[in-house]
């Protein structure tokens, strides 16, 4: 199971909401089966795209159970594991490897580690503190909010479940240094890339996959990009590219919070969730950002078929 989490295409899906803000588990359960049928790897769900720290325990454990039942075995189904301290992440990781996460996207414990400089072995402990708990494959997560430094991989790599890292830090040169140190793990550690706006860049650096929150869209595409990408067919990846980046680097610009409000409102206008509702104090989207988005609707024709998560299918 661990290789589905170190290539391919794994989407981390947004959380679709009723008016009142409660979950709109339907509409959730229909849009983690398209998913599916986008060719995803395997399933991230509370990640940050998803608002996973206005979610209660409950209804993260719910978002895995409901997974679990609706992808019936097709694809893995991972969960993000967001926790202040080691304890509680070891706690609350047992909680949703009971409910059926099949593996973990371990968050930088926040406060802590936003001081810098964080140790490679601080890093280390931590996520071995969860591997002590838990026994699935575990995913670290480099943010720009706590960027792991050099060395940080190497020190990973010590922990025998520990099998890949998330790179968000939107930092190309960073990415770059990852993919080298990556390397020099003998194939323990691999990067997946989590950075929106440069997805193919990264692929063709060195990254064997995406762990992303842009593939909640336009999944059979991006899925079709990565294995370009991965054969080295540069110029095919970058074709589809070149349709698909424009959005990424509109929904993923500054201020970045609200990726969320335009990923959903993408969703909504291909027809995938029935609004844009987003949890407090998470604003809505901006009639700037909405009416930047119809244009490349209508530009790229991202309202086709082929840009939902299952494609044409």
Excluded: C
């Excluded at 995803?40 to 719910?62: G, P, R, Y």
């Excluded at 996207?105 to 802590?112: A, E, K, R």
């Excluded at 593939?215 to 370009?228: D, F, K, P, S, W």
Aim: no cysteine.
């Amino acid at each position: 199971m661990s290789s589905a989490l170190r290539s391919g295409v794994i989407p981390a899906p947004v959380m679709p909401f009723n008016l009142d803000a409660s979950p709109d588990w339907p509409t959730f359960e229909r849009y983690m089966a398209e998913l599916v049928e986008g060719g995803a790897s395997a399933i991230a769900v509370n990640m940050a795209a998803a608002e996973v720290t206005s979610l209660e325990h409950s209804e993260q454990l719910e978002a895995v159970e409901r997974t679990r039942r609706v992808v019936a075995g097709a694809v893995p189904v991972v969960a993000g594991l967001v926790a202040t301290y080691t304890q509680g992440a070891a706690n609350l990781a047992k909680r949703l490897v009971d409910a059926g996460a099949e593996g973990l996207v371990v968050f930088p414990p926040l406060p802590t580690f936003s001081s810098k400089p964080i140790k490679p072995q601080m890093i280390a402990d931590h996520h071995a503190g969860i591997a002590a708990a838990v026994d699935v494959p575990l995913v670290a997560f480099n943010t720009g909010n706590a960027t792991y430094p050099k060395g940080t991989i190497k020190a990973l790599a010590e922990i025998p479940t520990l099998v890949a890292i998330k790179d968000a830090a939107f930092n190309i040169e960073l990415s770059a240094e990852m993919v080298d140190e990556a390397a020099e793990t003998d194939g323990r550690i691999v990067v997946m890339t989590g950075n929106d706006t440069f997805i193919v860049e990264a692929l063709l650096l060195g990254s064997p996959g995406a762990l992303i929150g842009y593939a909640g869209t336009a999944t059979a595409e991006l899925v079709a990009m990565q294995r370009h990408a991965a054969a080295g067919r540069a110029t095919e990846a970058y074709e589809i590219w070149g349709r698909l980046g424009p959005l990424a680097r509109l929904i993923w610009s500054a201020p970045l919070r609200d990726y969320r409000p335009r990923m959903k409102y993408t969703l909504m206008r291909q027809g995938v969730l029935p609004n844009m509702v987003t949890r407090a104090p998470q604003p809505g989207i901006e009639p700037a950002d909405k009416a930047a988005i119809d244009a490349l609707f209508d530009r790229y024709g991202y309202a086709d078929a082929r840009y939902r998560p299952r494609g044409r299918a």
